[in-house]
């Protein structure tokens, strides 16, 4: 599974995407095993309640499926201006 960081997650994380495989059944299963890798997963999922997530481009929950899952996009919401 791809998984794409952007923003402020990238910077915290320190790359842009990885190619992972998880037995997560759900984006907030994949957050804990990826924060439990290292301090910095930690960090940048310290607080999801300020991030946002696109399940194979489409915006989604952290509660979701991830059966058949290609592609998981984590970052923070997009203000307009």
Known sequence: MDVL???WV???IGLPRE???TKAATVN???AELSAREERYAAA???ISALRVALDQELSDFDA???GVREV???P???GG
């Open 65 to 67: 499926s991830l059966d």
């Open 29 to 31: 299963e994949l957050v």
């Open 45 to 47: 999922f310290e607080d």
């Open 73 to 75: 996009a984590f970052f």
């Open 77 to 79: 919401p997009m203000t």
């Open 19 to 21: 190619v992972i495989e």
């Open 5 to 7: 960081y952007f923003a």
């Open 10 to 12: 990238r910077e915290r």
